[in-house]
């Protein structure tokens, strides 16, 4: 498949790129390995594809972590994620700084160890002056929550007197959500052959396109990541309007 020239012209390119990254265990448990290989194997997608979408120019590139129900696993798996993002911080984070790529939580750190929520402040504070990519890491998130404590705010703020119901419209509830800082996804992807979104992004998601890739997330690479530019670069993107003629 021909994909995208890698310099010129990129406005057809998205600026903000969304993945799930599915399938670590399932990756696993074909090869007759523990689950944890999996999300081990799937740390190195993690390091190729961030620098890749840098270089291919996306400006935000987000990606699902930890949700709020992944809390249902087994606790051995829950506390091997945990050591794989430690893991992931303390050798990752200057490099990302020096490339200018600047880290960015989103979810509810407030039920995560205390030494990851000091080592997610400690990654913003030393990425913060990067300006080449935003990567936007979700962790301990889920949309449905992020929904609730958005309309919460603004009905705190209804009864204090402080605006009318009636004057709520998305862009206030927008600027409510965890993404405020950031634009909407243009494109998301989940991998390992999944057609759901499971509870990602569902508001931002709006006028996003989906692409579902069959490949296990630690399979997913960089010839992987091209293919979906190529095919995003296919779509007519009308957001409830007419087709281009011509």
């Known amino acids: 498949m021909d994909v995208p020239p890698k310099t010129g012209d990129t406005r057809a390119l998205p600026g903000h790129v969304a993945i799930i990254m599915d399938g670590n265990g399932r990756w696993a448990t074909k090869r007759s390995l523990p689950r944890i290989a999996g999300h ?17 120019g996306v400006k935000h590139l987000t990606l699902f972590a930890f949700s709020t129900e992944n809390w249902l696993r087994p606790k051995e798996e829950v506390h091997g994620l945990f050591d794989l993002f430690r893991y992931y911080m303390r050798r990752e984070c200057r490099t990302l700084a020096r490339e200018g790529v600047r880290i960015r939580f989103i979810g509810d750190s407030s039920e995560m160890p205390d030494d990851i929520q000091s080592m997610m402040v400690e990654a913003e ?56 800082d950031f634009p909407d996804p243009d494109l998301i992807i989940r991998t390992s ?54």
């Not at 081990?40 to 291919?56: D, P, Q, W």
């Not at 300006?131 to 209804?158: C, F, H």
Request: aromatic letters at 8%; hydrophobic letters at 40%; glycine letters at 6%.
């Open 125 to 180: 504070d030393m990425t913060a002056a990067g300006d080449t990519m935003t990567l936007i890491v979700a962790l301990n998130y889920g949309s449905r929550a992020e929904i609730v404590t958005a309309t919460q705010r603004l009905a705190a703020k209804v009864a204090a007197g402080e605006m009318a119901a009636e004057a709520i419209d998305d862009t206030m509830i927008s600027a409510e959500l965890n993404t405020s």
């Open 40 to 56: 081990k194997r799937g740390i190195n997608s993690v390091r190729k594809i961030t620098r890749h979408a840098k270089a291919r």
């Open 193 to 246: 052959g999944e057609q759901r979104l499971s509870n990602f992004l569902l508001w931002q998601a709006a006028y996003s396109e989906f692409l579902f890739v069959d490949r296990h997330w630690p399979d997913f690479d960089e010839q992987s990541f091209d293919e979906c530019l190529e095919l995003y670069c296919q779509r007519d993107r009308r957001f409830g309007g007419l087709r281009k003629s011509g």
